[in-house]
């Protein structure tokens, strides 16, 4: 009942003519960010922190949350008239939604992605409201040694699933992140580590100017090296699906957006992988599976409902544990602390109606998606006219402008610089950015955890693997890396397809 209550504050603490302008204009700017190839949700999210530094801290929130669901939602615009996802998110969606508007159905196609998107953004904010301050409440009962095999998890689980050609590769990166975050001066003994002589470097490297190097820089010159926009489909049919047309599938709708909240919930995986394994178990699912990729509505609904629950879920981690569900969360942990909003398991201690407030910029970011998706899906496509080179000339200037504003150093463009072309040589070996960005926002978790443990015990490193919580995280690290190995991966299968579960030789 307290949390119903909490919920009715929180959305009426937002239908305000100010906040309800903050949301329309915020979820049009992340609908046009998601419709722009070569733009991510990450992106436009770690640029808008640094315009909305001037803001009270809900409208701030409020605004990035507008643009993170916005723009994963306005990918699916490209996804299925250009067969070219608009953010990375949308990729499943191009299987068939450019399929069925090769067929004429166009619009169809865009109204099923919206009302499936808005479907699954409410099944992960059902889950968020239930399973939020549940989490936070076992969370307080983690100690430094819990936290610091959480830390080391949400590293590993998303270089796992992350990883571009091989989880190595995304160990790779968040190990980088890792050492990123160790730069500066460490917070026990005030001890600075890895400046090599140079000053600005005592305070750390800023997050925000290397995710702005990372995910904006890279992406303007990864943009530049793509071909040109092709043929846009013509949009001539009905937009607004009839609701038989929808809800006869609803076990997928439902199975969707359970598996994007389970995904949500992993920390850094991010929307592709809910949108990929969405659609996959549609597919196994399905009573007409040969369909897919060809223009099956069911395997649209499948990969929109999918990535916009992840959306909602990854606030899960994000508020409860301060470990963001994925790479845009992890920009909205830094903005949250910019605004003096500290996440974690103390959350629902100090600042309870804050997750129900969150709850509540869903809901209205969800129901402006759904009506400007609907209304206003002819103009959104205009804004494919835009040239290139002028957008990317202006994202470059946002990224320089937005890198310098926070702490007005011109250290902070130099790292934007660097982190932007570290990113793009990265992007061309195929190896991921969600791990190397989670790296850098949990490596001060580890570290502090690491060392504080350690000091509690006098050196004792065994509390990390004798306590039941600890060493629970702990082999399931263990267990998560062996099986990313192939030859024992491989054996692992090869065990279960000769024995049963109950252990008798399987039948073939």
Known sequence: MEGLILLGQGV????????LFNVAWATLLGVTIGILPGLTATMGVALLVTLTYKMAPDQAILTLMCVYLGAIYGGSRTAILLNIPGTPANAAATLDGHPLARQGRAGLAMGLATTSSTLG???GIFFLAIIAPLLSEAALKFGSYEF????????????????SDTPLKGYIAGIIGLLVAMIGMETLHAYQRFTFGISALGGGVDLIPAMVGAFGLAEILSAMKRKAVGHIAPV???VVPRLKEIFQYWRTIIRSGVIGTFIGIIPGVGEDVGSWSSYAAAKRASKHPEEFGKGSQEG?????TGDNAVVSAAMIPTLTLAMPGSAAAAVLIAAMLIHGIRPGPMLMVENAPFLYQVVAMLLLATLANLIFGLSLTKLFIKVLAVPRERLMAVIYI????????????????YVMLVFGVVGFLLREMKYPMAPLVLGIVLGDLLDLN?????ALTNGDPSPFFTRPISAVICFVIVLTILMSIPAVSKRVRSLFSRTGADGSPARS
Do not use: K, Y
């Open 398 to 413: 946002l990224c320089v402008v937005g890198s310098f504003a926070i702490t007005q150093r011109m250290f902070d463009v």
């Open 300 to 304: 649209l609904i499948a990969a929109e």
């Open 450 to 454: 690491l060392r504080r443990g350690l």
């Open 236 to 238: 001539n049919d009905r």
């Open 148 to 163: 610091f095999w959480l830390a080391l998890f949400g590293v590993v689980i998303s270089g796992q699933m992350t990883g």
């Open 121 to 123: 953004t409410m099944v």
């Open 12 to 19: 009426a603490h937002f239908l305000t003519p100010w906040s």
